[in-house]
């Protein structure tokens, strides 16, 4: 298994602002990914990030609003920019197994946009 | 378009007998489907896993049950257990474990 610290593990900020969420993960991983939980909402995948390239993001993701970084094969950050009210949410980054057959998350960060 | 879909928000159950919780997918390319139990403030957490050259794939009490031909799964948990109580979603992808499309999640409670 993976384990996955996500710092902060909660906020709260200014509407305007910007925020950054890292994500550690205790062993090397070609992948991570990036959901988003809005309230009462399921769990939706805004990126993947890769080593050595560019995120790639789902469908109503856009890298102004998300950049994301992957400077090595443990770690990826996570900039929600320019955030609203709507931003409020759950962010949690994600990781499979070598075997793929699992998904490991790490505890979230709570956003709240004031 | 909600390409996975958990349509009871929410269930109850008396602690010691089975709980059934349904999910149903529109996406026919899906091809492996995972379960996770999410407590608050912390991470989905994985529970079991079926591929689609499965219907049926048992863990301890955890049972996930696969119907192709419905384009639906369910999770069976026997006997429940006051632990068990937390949010149920299922998931879906075509990629393994990598890129899952995930239902609205089930509240399970499970009472003494």
């Known amino acids: 298994s993976a384990v996955i610290s996500q710092k902060p593990s909660r906020d709260i900020c200014q509407r305007g602002t910007s925020l950054t969420i890292q994500c550690q993960v205790d062993?090397?991983?070609?992948?991570m990914f990036w959901y988003r939980q809005q309230p009462g909402q399921s769990l939706t995948l805004i990126a993947t990030?890769?080593?050595?390239?560019?995120?790639?993001?789902e469908s109503g993701f856009v890298i102004d609003k998300f950049p994301i970084s992957r400077p090595n094969l443990t770690f990826s950050t996570l900039t929600v920019s320019n955030m609203s009210p709507e931003d409020s949410s759950i962010y949690l980054c994600?990781?499979?197994?070598?075997?793929?057959?699992?998904?490991?998350f790490g505890q979230g960060t709570r956003l709240t946009v004031v | 378009d909600q390409q996975v879909k958990q349509n009871s928000p929410s269930l109850s159950v008396q602690e010691g007998r089975i709980s059934i919780l349904n999910c149903d997918y529109t996406?026919?390319?899906?091809?492996?489907f995972l379960w996770y139990k999410k407590y608050p403030a912390e991470g989905p957490t994985f529970l079991i896993s079926i591929s689609s050259i499965k219907d049926k794939n048992e863990d301890g009490r955890f049972t996930v049950f696969l119907n192709k031909s419905a384009k639906h799964l369910s999770l069976h948990i026997v006997p429940s257990q006051p632990g068990d109580s937390a949010v149920y979603f299922c998931a879906a992808s075509n990629q393994g474990a990598q890129k899952l499309v995930f239902g609205q999640g089930t509240r399970l409670t499970i009472n003494p």
């Open positions: 062993s090397q991983v070609t992948m």
């Open positions: 990030a890769n080593q050595g390239s560019e995120a790639t993001y």
């Open positions: 996406n026919s390319m899906f091809d492996y």
């Open positions: 994600s990781v499979a197994n070598r075997g793929n057959t699992e998904a490991f």
